[in-house]
């Protein structure tokens, strides 16, 4: 079964302050998005990587493919009030059929 | 763009009754939908994999008779749920895709009250 294990769980941060969120598996993705939730909302694509050790860079997001293909993470740099939402990967596995995998999730908190 | 309407955004009915979402592709066309269901403060829970006209593909656990899908068309996938109960009540989240292994668009989301 693969799992997609995202830490950590919750964050409560100052404005201004960097962070990082992880996304593990023990699994080989195909590829893996991020995407950002609110409250009440259908989840919103930040940004697809497919090649291992791929750098991606969204504004103040950076998005990095693990070298292996097996994780992920996303920083950013001075957050602000407005980056408060859930924060989820999804993985997807193509080993004969496609499978879509959700991670743990992270719920951000950015404090004004 | 690439745009997934749900409708309707919420419905409130009673325990017994059947309850249909829709899921519309705007501007283009998805062979393939996803249907998820997401509790209060978690992850979202992969329901059923729907690919235009055969029949969806239902996660372990998921119980085909009760959560209907229909992919008729290559812009809308609809699930009903039967006989609706109140641990049925939940955020029910659509996506599309215009091809199995593309990127998700997802839905606004159906939040789901069975009283």
């Known amino acids: 079964t693969q799992l997609l294990e995202q830490s950590p769980q919750f964050l409560s941060i100052q404005e201004g302050e960097n962070l990082t969120v992880y996304c593990n598996s023990s699994?080989?993705?195909?590829?893996l998005q991020w995407y950002r939730q609110e409250p009440g909302e259908g989840p919103v694509l930040l940004v697809t990587?497919?090649?291992?050790?791929e750098v991606k860079k969204l504004k103040r997001l950076t998005f990095q493919f693990g070298d292996a293909r097996k994780d992920s993470s996303l920083h950013i740099t001075a957050a602000q009030p407005g980056d408060t939402g859930l924060y989820l990967c999804?993985?997807?596995?193509?080993?004969?059929?496609?499978?879509?995998?959700f991670g743990t999730g992270t719920r951000l908190k950015v404090l004004a | 763009g690439a745009v997934v309407s749900q409708h309707p955004s919420w419905v409130i009915c009673k325990s017994g009754t059947s309850v249909k979402i829709e899921c519309r592709s705007l501007?283009?066309?998805?062979?393939?939908m996803f249907w998820y269901r997401q509790f209060p403060k978690q992850s979202l829970m992969l329901m059923a994999t729907?690919?235009?006209?055969?029949?969806?593909?239902?996660e372990q656990g998921v119980e085909k008779d009760k959560f209907l899908i229909n992919h008729a068309s290559l812009t809308l996938s609809t699930l009903t749920v039967t006989s609706a109960h109140p641990e049925d009540s939940s955020f029910y989240i659509c996506?599309?895709?215009?091809?199995?292994?593309?990127?998700?668009?997802f839905g606004p989301g159906t939040r789901l009250t069975v009283l």
């Open positions: 996506s599309a895709s215009r091809d199995i292994g593309n990127t998700q668009y």
């Open positions: 699994s080989v993705f195909s590829s």
């Open positions: 990587v497919v090649t291992g050790g």
């Open positions: 999804a993985g997807v596995f193509a080993t004969g059929t496609y499978k879509y995998i």
């Open positions: 501007d283009f066309q998805a062979t393939t």
């Open positions: 729907s690919n235009e006209g055969s029949k969806a593909t239902y």
